[in-house]
């Protein structure tokens, strides 16, 4: 094994390596740790023999569930890589690695191109200015096609830049031109060695033209070099080479490189680029925060003799060593037994442990500089997202937006003995991942877990008995059906009356139902006049008419919408106490709810959903085949933001449906908005026999 050097900031890089599912993004980095020297043989995603890949979950179903670290050394360079999944459902890991990363190695599979997921973590990564260089992957596929694929990387923006050329295709890819060199390089062997070569010379002519074009950008942004070129002088591959990076940092120009990760084709190339033109934390610059009391920017130096601050991006289990929670470490230094603020809580917290991280196996550190990645034992509070600095000198650093999930699950332990170690083990997964949510139905009594799909469910769930122990059973959620009352009953009484020796029980009242506007709640108004009823009893009515509203009045479900008017009553002296009016206020509702046409009510749902131009129609008469009512819609940069409303019973598998229908491209939020009436022909059969019994008979 290599070891890893201890480097100046300046050989440092941060990087990414990020595409959609099965680009080979765990291949590419199974084929640097070989290259770097930290395996012996390539590990096959297929057989669950990578390192990245070490989740049980992971190796059984082969793909990138969880982002994970390694570092190795290159050329002098410390590269810290992060595997990143690829699959829609954990693009949060996607989005919190990028957030400290320096760089991006973008993998695209040269047979299926660029991909929904591709374009995502596209977009993330802009929003971060995150540099990135390309390599069109799996060149070795009978269908691979590296031109379509640039063609379809130069349409998202990037503005590729090709350093390479394909030497073969399909079956009879065995390398590239170099267009920095002007060299062919063969890769042969399982070890990928690899030979140089005259450039064939079917590809001479298209290899200069393209060399042309590289050159073009190498000199755009520097006068120097662009006078030197314009007079023939021949430039350096260095001069040429810092030209590139130049533009690189600024993103202004996308390097394409090509290959084949799985039989170890135009790795080395690969990383050659990560090293030259990819960022270093000192190229990346400050880092802006804000002053928590002043609200005025501040920003910190990747220096290690400016004040310690760090970002908190990802929590993580480990069975010996309890909770370790990754950081990047943007200034200062970072060492065991250091008293830290975490500024996000205002909670202060201590560093027990410093590692880097090999995936899940921990290396012993005993210090972290800036531009660091690393993870630490010993924080207690941390959440993903929060800022660490030195406790006299707080900062805060810009957070993550994670999406809201938009899948639901109710679990419940198959054993009592399950129950508690549920609670915990859910409270444990909510904390590693941002985008896992459990709530409490408190109509259903559900517990309700929330992700991004269905497949992230799936896992969790798996996840609660291989790693907590905890087996679950699963259903749909309930929906959270009400009762309401669709006309006035104007004259109702409420009577309890009960004397069994010493002092009875006495109260009546008469009382007016009506239904409230906006259908949700319910409402008391006292119009008692000339003292029929002193204020306690008064108060009695009011209380019970609040107790009696969270149970299930009607037909087994709670009633809203109700609005309860007492306008008249009679009290004993002796026998009438508030309790006693209260209870008359449940007798009032129980006669007069029958009485006032009961209706089954839904919630409804405000749905904002974000859909391809083309795609619009097709969504639209989705929404319309589920009771959707569209409200508006409105043009944004070649897609469409569309406002509906929807019954929450209509979007169980909604997200599902809508990537079916947009070829994955639409997402959408979704908040409670209301209750409305049900029709006849939507109530649940089970509901509309209950309705039936609860009504009086004629």
């Known amino acids: ?13 941060n990087v990414g390596v990020i595409a959609h599912i099965d680009a080979g993004k765990t291949s590419l980095t199974e084929a640097v740790l070989y290259h770097a020297g930290q395996v012996r043989k390539i590990g096959r995603v297929d057989t669950g023999g990578t390192v990245t890949d070490y989740l049980a979950e992971e190796r059984e179903r082969g793909i990138t569930i969880t982002s994970a670290a390694v570092t190795v050394s290159w050329n002098g360079c410390q590269l810290n890589l992060i595997d990143t999944p690829g699959h829609v459902d954990f693009t949060a890991e996607v989005e919190r690695s990028i957030r400290v990363l320096d760089g991006a190695v973008v993998v695209f599979c040269a047979a299926s191109g660029v991909q929904v997921q591709s ?28 031109w379509k694929v640039v063609e379809q990387v130069d349409k998202m923006g990037a503005h590729p830049l090709l350093l390479q050329l394909p030497v073969g295709e399909g079956r009879g890819f065995e390398g590239v031109v170099d267009l920095l060199k002007m060299r062919a390089i063969r890769f042969t062997g399982e070890a990928g060695t690899m030979i140089e070569q005259d450039i064939p010379s079917g590809l001479l002519d298209m290899a200069e033209r393209y060399r042309s074009k590289l050159l073009d950008a190498a000199v755009e942004n520097s006068d120097s070099l662009l006078e030197r070129y314009l007079a023939g002088e021949t430039l350096t591959e260095q001069e040429i080479q810092d030209g590139l990076r130049a533009r690189v940092l600024q993103n202004q120009v996308t390097p394409v490189f090509c290959g084949s990760a799985l039989h170890n084709i135009g790795v080395q190339p690969v990383l050659d680029g990560v ?66 603020l975490d500024v996000t809580t205002g909670r202060e917290e201590r560093v027990s442990g410093i ?31 929060d800022t660490i600095t030195h406790p006299d000198h707080p900062l805060v650093f810009e957070s993550m937006d994670f999406p809201d999930p938009v899948v639901h699950l109710a679990v419940r332990p198959k054993t009592r003995a399950d129950q508690g170690k549920l609670g915990m083990a859910l409270n444990t997964l909510m904390k590693e991942d941002p985008t896992f949510k459990v709530t409490r139905n408190q109509d259903t009594d559900q517990i309700i877990i ?33 009762i309401g009352i669709s006309r006035s009953v104007p004259n109702v009484k409420g009577t309890y009356v009960k004397q069994s020796g010493g002092h009875g029980h006495f109260a009546k009242i008469v009382v007016r139902l009506e239904p409230l506007a906006g259908g949700v709640g319910f409402e008391f108004e006292n119009a008692i006049t000339g003292g029929a009823l002193s204020r306690e009893f008064i108060r009695g009515v009011e ?41 008359a206020a449940w007798e009032a509702l129980r006669l007069g709810i029958p009485q006032a046409r009961p209706v089954l009510l839904e919630p409804v749902m405000n749905l ?19 009771r959707g009512v569209v ?68």
């Open 1 to 13: 094994m290599t070891a890893i050097p201890k480097n100046p900031i300046g050989r440092l890089r």
């Open 119 to 146: 374009e995502k973590v596209w977009r993330q990564a802009d929003r971060y200015q995150v540099p990135r260089i390309v390599m069109v992957n799996k060149m070795d596929r009978v269908e691979g096609n590296f």
């Open 275 to 340: 090293v030259d033109l990819l960022p270093s934390p000192l190229d990346r610059g400050r880092m802006r925060g804000t002053d928590p009391v002043s609200g005025e920017e501040v920003f910190r130096e990747p220096d290690a003799d400016a004040l310690l601050s760090a970002l908190a991006f990802k929590h993580v289990r480990d069975p010996y060593r309890g909770e370790l929670t990754y950081l990047r470490v943007v200034s200062g230094r970072l060492t065991p037994n250091t008293r830290l």
């Open 355 to 385: 590692f880097r991280m090999r995936a899940d196996e921990p290396q012993k550190l005993l210090e972290a500089g800036p531009g660091e990645i690393v993870a630490v034992s010993g924080f207690e509070g941390v959440r993903t997202g």
């Open 450 to 482: 929330s992700g991004m799909g269905e497949l992230h469910l799936e896992v969790i769930v798996h996840r609660l008995a291989s790693e907590f122990g905890v087996e679950v059973e699963t259903d749909a959620p309930q929906v959270a059906y009400k």
């Open 543 to 583: 209380k019970g008419l609040a107790e009696a509203m969270g149970q299930d009045l009607f037909a087994g479900l709670p009633v809203t919408g109700l609005k309860m008017v007492l306008f008249d009553g009679q009290y004993h002296g002796v026998d009438s106490s508030a309790d006693d009016f209260k209870k």
């Open 608 to 626: 904002e959903i974000v859909v391809p131009e083309e795609s619009l129609g097709a969504v639209i008469a989705d929404l319309t085949r589920k």
């Open 631 to 698: 409200q508006g819609t409105e043009a944004d940069r070649g897609v469409r933001i569309m406002t509906a409303q929807i019954p929450l019973a209509e979007t169980f598998g909604y997200a599902n449906d809508l990537r079916s229908i947009t070829s994955g491209k639409g997402f959408f939020t979704m908040l409670f908005s209301h209750y409305a009436k049900v029709s006849g022909d939507r109530v649940p059969d089970a509901i509309a026999e209950q309705m039936r019994k609860a009504a009086p008979r004629a």
